[in-house]
């Protein structure tokens, strides 16, 4: 060994007790290499029309370091554990039927969470090597996350398109830096998913395609953060999830048993991750901000929440709601809301839930709330 691995090995060393000592359960180290892969993987998703739309810079800055950071040597990537279990989860019952928000939306928003570690790692780093650039990129980065994971050994990509880590299954946040450093590489592990195909046949929609890949436009996930009407295929697949979908998640084997709470700021509160769905409807902004704004589920505002809140009234038949809903349908002046509500009145099919259509059938002007009254209201003909 030469003097500069040693010199090399104990900085890793270093990096790595500095990384624990942060809160950050994970780090892993990979060259800033091109994806070269990822990038052909990345084309032919959009060509296929694939992608989510959500996804920041081109495909060129997604794959290529050293686009993002100049003369970029190595990336470093980390992971932070989340929870997985629900204490004291309160029961969602009819008359007073409840939403979900994902694991991954428990706690405090974890781009908030991962940009202050990465903060606190990168002023150590810089102290310990003096002149070197950095860039830490939390998720909305432009280089993705699960690539770097993968290259830097955190975990291996399952079938489901997480990253599955052996210490803490795929219950992970991932984060990364690039670095103009050269530090010596971890080696990826490989895929335990072998003949097992859980996640790909619990998928609700069928979005995970085998081999690995994800149809965003058919993934729930996706779908819950959308803002206009949810195509009619969909709707009932949505069940009671305001936020995201954990489903490819939880019946992955490799999660059997992962449940960690290493972080304060990250523990669920049973009452915000878990709503009585009504809770939802007549919220101002104000409320929304103060109730749910430092959650990673509320980026998108309220309105694709309420959507789906509304949206899983009706699937569950709550009779409970017909009331709020016709306020919602005859009141709301938002067509996406008043197009759901219709929907919901429609699945219920109560005499008042019809009186409320007809009702609305006659003061309703959009096209599109006047269409989906129009056959919300067939089905009780039929
Ligand atoms: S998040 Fe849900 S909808 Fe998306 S791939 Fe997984 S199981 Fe399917
Ligand atoms: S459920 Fe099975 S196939 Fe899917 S990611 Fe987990 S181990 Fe792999």
């Not at 040693?6 to 942060?22: C, G, M, P, T």
């Not at 996804?55 to 554990?81: C, F, M, Q, W, Y």
């Not at 009145?345 to 003061?363: N, P, V």
Request: with cysteine; glycine share 8%.
């Amino acid at each position: 060994m030469t003097p500069t691995d040693v010199k090399q090995k104990a900085l890793k060393q270093r990096l790595k007790e500095e990384a624990a000592a942060i809160g950050i359960d994970k780090i892993g180290f990979a060259s800033a290499d091109p994806f070269v892969t990822m990038k052909e993987r990345l084309t032919v998703q959009q060509q296929k029309g694939y992608a989510s739309g959500f996804e920041k810079g081109s495909i060129a800055e997604r794959t290529e370091p050293d686009l993002l950071l100049p003369e970029a040597k190595t990336i470093l990537s980390i992971a932070v554990a989340y929870p997985s279990k629900l204490k004291d989860a309160p029961p969602s019952r009819k008359g007073s039927r409840r939403g979900v928000f994902c694991r991954a939306s428990w706690g405090e928003d974890y781009h908030h969470v991962l940009r202050r570690k990465l903060e606190k790692l990168q002023a150590f780093i810089e102290a310990e090597i003096p002149g070197v650039r950095v860039r830490s990129m939390v998720d909305t980065g432009e280089l993705s996350d699960r690539a770097a994971a993968i290259r830097s050994g955190i975990g291996w990509s399952g079938k489901n398109c997480a990253v599955i880590t052996p210490e803490f299954g795929s219950y992970v946040y991932l984060g990364e830096m690039i670095l103009d450093y050269a530090i010596e590489p971890d080696q990826p592990l490989e895929s335990q998913c072998g003949t097992c195909n859980k996640c790909v046949d619990a998928c609700p929609t069928g979005a995970l395609i085998q081999g690995g890949q994800l149809d965003s436009s058919k993934c729930i996930a996706f779908l819950t953060q959308t803002k206009d009407m949810l195509p009619e295929q969909y709707r009932k697949k949505l069940g009671n999830r305001l936020y995201g979908c954990d489903t490819c998640q939880t019946v992955c084997p490799e999660n059997k048993g992962m449940d960690h709470h290493h972080h304060e700021e990250l523990e669920p509160e049973p009452e915000k991750v878990k709503p009585l769905l009504q809770s939802m409807l007549f919220l101002s902004n104000k409320e929304f901000k103060q109730t749910y704004g430092k959650m990673a589920g509320s980026w998108r505002g309220k309105k694709p929440i309420q959507r789906n809140a509304v949206l899983a009234l009706g699937t569950l038949k709550e009779e409970a709601a017909v009331p709020d809903l016709q306020k919602v349908l005859l009141e709301d002046v938002r067509p996406v809301l008043r197009a759901a509500a219709a929907w919901s009145l429609g699945q219920i099919q109560t005499a008042d839930a019809q009186h409320a259509l007809h009702t609305a059938s006659e003061k309703e002007t959009d096209p599109m709330v006047e269409k989906e009254i129009l056959e919300a209201r067939m089905i009780g003909e039929e």
